[in-house]
């Protein structure tokens, strides 16, 4: 069967491209075997792949990635590797405060194995615990951040708050009214991370780049194609995020999204002194449809927009406009740095659900999968990509049977009026967010 949706990426992923070019792709070629093969290079397959390799030692597992892993959506993250659930800012979080702490201790045992596998092989990703800002620059942002200080205090989560001045001697803007730091996330370079994932994998995993899987047979044996090569494996894992539904599965269930971001050239000595504040930061908006900010030594990315496509469309107008929004937002944030031009704009693909539930688990024989990480991907993406292997091992823990959530995702509502409703929605959220996109 051909796999039906698929994505493509284009050259214009800052973290990728500020770094040393990748070596060059080891593409899939001729029919190979496996124990277990596993599609999709992002948090989920890289920890999906790491875990089955460590718990069977003596078994051949395959990794296969259609792009370049770094250039892929794991790569075009913000790099901000959450803790909190995603929902946090939400009126009804915490109002299971059992539920909510779980969920905590789910993302920090992804972040856990983050830290594990980049300080055994010192992958050089500037992992950096230095929390994360939610700033409101609002009337309407201020009361969100009483109510998010609300939620951490029921769940008890340390965090600290600031006012303008504090923030001012922070981030060099002088745009944020106040902000709660909550102080137990990681900033990471995002590319950086997932490229060091997949060079110390463990021996018996063969990582395989520009490998577009393109056709497929469900067994087992499973078989899967890509333009100049097969895998044949028993046990196959989808962890491909919303391209899931290019095999099948789940076609009326994910909501397929586009975010983007833009990052500066490097700035000068000059505009670093205009500009003052700390050289490494991390903010993310009180409103939840509102811009986070990234401040590396010398550059300053913008993140904003949702836009809604089935197609997972990163070119033409969509991008122009995103390129046009990020704009508006640096200039509101960084008068002082109105003549530096954005060096890269990009957008990558995130999966939602209506009911926010995840896919995680075994979809039919022997095919697994795990996706749908509601914007916490790198966190949530990787303890379930490990408590995956775990399962297909036979291995159970408090852990994993909060993975095993009772919702499925929700069904979507039938076409025209699914997308037409998560456009407005967009549309509506950005209107909401005013002053904070
Ligand atoms: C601009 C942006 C900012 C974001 N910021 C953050 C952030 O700060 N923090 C955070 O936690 N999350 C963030 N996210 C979300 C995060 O990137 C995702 O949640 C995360 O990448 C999901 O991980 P995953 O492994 O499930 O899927 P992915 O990272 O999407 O990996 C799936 C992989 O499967 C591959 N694939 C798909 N189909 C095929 C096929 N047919 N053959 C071969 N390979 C295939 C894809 O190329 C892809 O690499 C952001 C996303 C974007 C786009």
């Known amino acids: 069967m051909r796999v039906s949706l698929k994505p493509t990426y284009d050259q214009n992923n800052g973290w990728h491209e500020i770094l ?21 290079a992002g948090y989920s397959g ?59 201790g789910l993302n920090r045992a992804g972040l856990d194995y983050l830290t594990e596998t980049i300080d055994a092989f010192n992958i050089d990703c500037d992992w950096r615990l230095e929390g994360k800002y939610h700033a409101a620059a609002s009337t309407k942002g201020e009361k969100m951040l009483d109510h998010f200080a609300e939620s951490l205090d029921a769940i008890d989560e340390d965090y600290s708050r600031h006012d303008a001045s504090d923030l001012k001697a922070v981030f060099g803007s002088g745009f944020y009214r106040s902000a709660v730091h909550a102080p137990h996330s990681y900033l990471v370079q995002p590319a950086a991370l997932v490229r060091g994932l997949a060079d110390t994998m463990p021996e018996n995993v063969s990582v395989f780049e520009d490998s577009m899987v393109d056709d497929f047979d469900f067994g087992p044996p499973h078989v899967i194609r890509t333009a100049r090569g097969s895998v044949k494996a028993n046990i196959l894992v989808l962890a491909n995020n919303g391209f899931v539904e290019g095999f099948g599965m789940f076609t009326k269930h994910l909501i397929p999204m586009i975010t983007w971001g833009s990052m500066t050239r490097e700035l000068t000595d000059a505009e670093l002194e205009r500009l003052g504040g700390i050289d490494s930061y991390g903010i993310i908006a009180a409103h939840p449809a509102g811009t986070s900010v990234r401040r590396t030594e010398r550059r300053i990315l913008i993140r904003n927009i949702f836009s809604y496509s089935r197609r997972s469309t990163i070119v033409g107008r969509p991008l122009e406009t995103a390129h046009k929004t990020h704009r508006k937002s640096f200039l509101n944030r960084y008068p002082m740095l109105a003549d530096v031009p954005f060096e890269y704009t990009w957008g990558g693909a995130l999966s939602l659900t209506r009911n926010g539930a995840p896919v995680f688990g075994e979809l039919r024989d022997n095919v697994y999968g795990t996706v749908v990480h509601n914007g916490v991907g790198i966190a949530r993406g990787t303890i379930s990509g490990k408590l995956l292997a775990e399962k297909i091992n036979g291995i159970d823990s408090d852990l994993r049977q909060l993975m095993e959530v009772k919702d499925r995702p929700s069904r979507n509502f039938p076409e025209p009026f699914n997308s037409w409703g998560v456009k407005m929605n967009a549309r509506w959220r950005r209107q909401q967010a005013g002053i904070e996109e």
Not at 24 to 40: N, S
Not at 63 to 90: T, V
Request: aromatic share 4%; charged share 20%; net charge neutral.
């Open 20 to 40: 040393p070019p990748p070596k060059e792709a080891r593409v899939l070629t001729g029919d190979l075997v496996a124990d277990y093969a596993v599609i999709g």
């Open 46 to 104: 890289l920890a999906c792949a790491r875990r089955l390799a460590e718990l069977d030692p003596g078994a051949s597992v395959i990794l296969i990635e259609g792009g370049r892993i770094g250039n892929n959506a794991a790569g075009r993250s913000s790099g901000f590797a959450i803790d909190h659930a995603h929902n946090i800012r939400a009126k009804s979080f915490a109002s299971d405060v059992d539920h909510a702490k779980q969920q905590v």
